[in-house]
């Protein structure tokens, strides 16, 4: 790789673009990812040339040392996923891979069930396992645990992971000591905390201003329900893809059939009760924005008077539209930062009014950058 195509190279042209502001903490993050990335590329040419030994200051043939992986944390809009996808996409390795959270977490769910079908005798360490049997580097976008479920098969999973020598990058809004904080049974998850922070380098991200909100260029992309203009002009977009005279689409989502009556071609419009006020799972939405390009999401209320639940789905309804790279066109009662101001949620909603921010701009959805 050329000096040109280095990720602080590719930071410094984004800075000189005025895609985002200067910060002096992605700039050392940037060149943590540097190192981690030449560390990696040297052990596969190592690989390649002596069977994946090194000589020891003794003289013997010892085992390469894995490359430490790094969890980024910090609020949100401030880089983590734009670093750890520049990181991702410039190193030159064949064992890599990248996905998000959710989505991996609904592969491990259907991929245990399966082994636990065939009696496997350790299914999680099974399917750990055969997860990463062909990959030496894993990015996980975004990670979260707020179910007990998934708090004890991540433990289970990782521990078989640091064992196989996989390295790991990771991003996440929270440090890893609050991880899963205050949930169900949490001393059980506790051993896993102490996994993560052995196995992985601890890198905070921050910023003074969410850098996705340099971005918005104008081209409005989020209504407000409480202005005639921004309705008319709502409905002209809508009417503009005559979802009304279309046939719709019907989803399946495992037992169940979720149906998009105005749907064509990609394009589909719903209303915020008919996809957040139902019982969904992250997965449910992975599977129905898997189907869109576009989506027209209407009637978004104001969430901070009892809207908890409805706000849980909302949050994890954008985390698939945006990790999905699909175009969302809006109408809401309020502004993004107003949708929800108190509730259990506020934390994880953060990051929610920073992808809506991001989402208005252009140049939205960035093609290429998922992988």
């Known amino acids: 790789m050329s000096d040109d195509q280095s990720l602080t190279n590719i930071y410094s042209k984004m800075v000189s673009n005025d895609e985002i502001q200067r910060n002096t903490s992605q700039e050392i993050l940037v060149s943590e990812l540097e190192e981690l990335k030449k560390k990696l590329e040297n052990k596969k040419g190592l690989n390649e040339s002596a069977g994946g030994r090194v000589m020891?200051?003794?003289?013997?043939?010892?085992?390469?040392?894995k490359p430490q992986g790094i969890y980024i944390h910090g609020g949100v809009g401030i880089g983590k996923s734009m670093l750890m996808d520049f990181f991702?996409?410039?190193?030159?390795?064949?064992?890599?891979?990248?996905?998000?959270?959710?989505?991996?977490?609904?592969?491990?769910h259907r991929l245990i069930k399966g082994a636990r079908e065939k009696n496997k005798r350790d299914p999680i360490k099974s399917v750990a396992s055969d997860y990463i049997k062909n990959i030496q580097v894993l990015c996980l976008d975004e990670m979260q645990i707020t179910d007990v479920a998934d708090a004890m098969i991540v433990g289970r999973v990782f521990e078989e992971f640091f064992s196989k020598r996989l390295t790991l990058v990771t991003t996440s809004n929270r440090h890893p000591r609050d991880l899963y904080k205050n949930g169900l049974n949490r001393k059980l998850f506790l051993p896993f905390i102490d996994i993560m922070v052995s196995n992985l380098k601890i890198e905070k991200l921050s910023a003074p201003v969410d850098y996705r909100k340099t971005k918005i260029s104008g081209k409005k992309k989020?209504?407000?329900?409480t202005s005639v203009e921004d309705t008319n002009q709502f409905n002209e977009l809508i009417s503009q893809?005559?979802?009304?005279?279309?046939?719709?689409?019907?989803?399946?989502?495992?037992?169940?059939?979720?149906?998009?009556?105005?749907?064509?071609s990609g394009v589909g419009l719903l209303t915020f009760n008919e996809i957040c006020s139902i019982p969904m799972s992250s997965s449910d939405y992975l599977e129905i924005i898997s189907h869109l390009r576009l989506l027209f999401l209407d009637k978004i209320p104001n969430l901070s008077n009892g809207g908890d639940e409805s706000?849980?789905?909302?949050?994890?309804?954008?985390?698939?539209?945006?990790?999905?790279?699909?175009?969302?066109?809006?109408?809401?009662?309020?502004?993004?930062?107003?949708?929800y101001i108190f509730g259990k949620n506020k934390f994880e909603f953060q990051r929610t009014v920073s992808r809506l921010f991001e989402m208005q701009s252009l140049n939205w959805p960035v093609k290429g950058t998922n992988c």
């Open 56 to 65: 020891s200051k003794f003289g013997f043939m010892k085992p390469l040392e």
């Open 88 to 108: 991702f996409n410039q190193l030159n390795l064949q064992g890599k891979r990248r996905v998000h959270f959710h989505e991996f977490m609904k592969v491990l």
């Open 222 to 225: 989020y209504f407000l329900s």
């Open 241 to 264: 893809f005559k979802l009304e005279k279309s046939q719709g689409i019907k989803i399946q989502i495992n037992s169940r059939e979720f149906v998009i009556e105005r749907f064509q």
């Open 311 to 339: 706000a849980k789905r909302f949050i994890n309804l954008i985390d698939n539209i945006y990790d999905k790279k699909v175009e969302l066109l809006c109408r809401a009662a309020v502004v993004p930062e107003n949708l």
